[in-house]
């Protein structure tokens, strides 16, 4: 079955960092990735959707400028949250999807971010 | 507008027991209706799948689910529970079909006693 490697599965880092966060489909050419926030026990707030080789499509209010999303290939998507503070503290998913014979959303095992 | 409602935050069952997890939606459009699975700090795990064919959808591990369009509702069932089954599970509605706008309902936390 399709498989979506997300990496990495935890990150500690201390406040004003940098994050990036990989997002690979494995076994299929994504057309389209997601990439969602989910706070501790809640549901999946969807932040963006990206098409390879153009730029992201941002939910409302969410900060582009805070959030950077680079789909530069059909297997790649990274997000990078800069400068992160605490409240930036969350767990991100992302998911990824073929046009290709119409598949379904096919989800990463999430990442971890703890800002201290 | 588009939006799902998960009927129960928390189920709890025996094992061995019927489970029954309710979802409502609503929707413009001839929706797109699916059931994930989130095991603890892990991504989600497409159970099934409702696209306007069968009204009785079968997914993987004994898991069904029945689409009642005057309902509107998607429950999820399952004959027997197993102590593996003990998860989040999100009823998620695409509107107009499709998967590329995927809406979530809140989540249906399933314990699993012995």
């Known amino acids: 079955g399709a498989v979506v490697s997300q990496h990495p599965s935890r990150v500690i880092c201390k406040s004003g960092t940098s994050v990036k966060i990989e997002c690979r489909s494995l076994?299929?050419?994504?057309?389209?990735m997601f990439w969602y926030r989910q706070f501790p026990k809640q549901s999946l707030m969807l932040m963006a959707t990206?098409?390879?080789?153009?730029?992201?499509?941002?939910e409302q209010g969410v900060e582009k400028d805070k959030f950077l999303i680079n789909h530069a290939s059909l297997t790649l998507s990274t997000l990078t949250v800069t400068s992160a503070h605490p409240e930036d503290s969350s767990f991100y998913i992302c998911?990824?999807?073929?046009?290709?014979?119409?598949?379904?959303?096919?989800f990463g095992d999430g990442t971890r971010l703890s800002i201290l | 507008a588009q939006s799902v409602t998960q009927l129960d935050s928390h189920v709890s069952v025996s094992e061995g027991t019927p489970v029954l997890l309710r979802c409502n939606y609503s929707?413009?459009?001839?929706?797109?209706l699916f059931w994930y699975v989130q095991h603890p700090n892990k991504g989600l795990q497409l159970l099934l799948k409702?696209?306007?064919?069968?009204?009785l959808v079968k997914g993987i591990n004994g898991f069904e689910a029945e689409f009642k369009k005057s309902e509107t509702s998607f429950h999820l069932t399952k004959p027997s529970a197993h102590m593996s089954d003990a998860a989040e599970y999100f009823c998620?509605?695409?509107?107009?079909?499709?998967?590329?706008?995927?809406?979530f309902g809140a989540g249906t936390r399933l314990a699993v006693h012995p």
């Open positions: 998911s990824a999807r073929s046009e290709v014979g119409n598949q379904p959303q096919h």
């Open positions: 076994d299929f050419q994504a057309t389209t």
């Open positions: 990206s098409n390879e080789g153009s730029k992201a499509t941002y």
């Open positions: 929707s413009s459009y001839s929706p797109s």
């Open positions: 409702y696209t306007s064919a069968a009204t």
């Open positions: 998620v509605v695409s509107p107009g079909g499709g998967y590329n706008k995927l809406i």
